[in-house]
């Protein structure tokens, strides 16, 4: 992708990534569903894991999995509450360039 990506959006795009997991999901699949829409590395990935676990937005959890602990990652009320607003924001910033694009005022 040709467009920057700021922290607000990418932290919209892992919560979105994390929430359509019910009991939450792992970093490794995290990174797979975000990479769908933008290209992102782990080094990039885990700090903002971090930063919404700091916030009260995600909830950290280990399992077992392979003889080993894997950390889940699991969206709380007010993660998902974020994650309403992201999505309202991005609905009108996208149409509104959707409307420029397209030859009209935003």
């Known amino acids: 992708m040709i467009f920057n990506t700021g922290a607000a959006l ?17 970093g490794y699949k995290i990174t797979q569903d975000v990479r769908k829409a ?7 990935l885990y700090p903002v894991l971090r930063r919404l676990q700091k916030d009260d937005c995600l909830d950290v959890y280990d399992l077992q999995f392979d003889g080993r602990n894997r950390r889940y990652y699991k969206a709380t009320d007010k993660g998902k509450a ?16 959707t409307a420029i694009f397209e030859g009209g005022a935003a």
């Open 82 to 97: 974020q994650l309403d607003l992201y999505k309202t924001e991005w609905k009108l910033y996208a149409g509104k360039i």
């Open 38 to 44: 933008i290209e992102v590395s782990e080094s990039t």
């Open 10 to 26: 990418l932290d919209a795009i892992v919560l979105a990534a994390v929430s359509k997991e019910k009991e939450g999901t792992y």
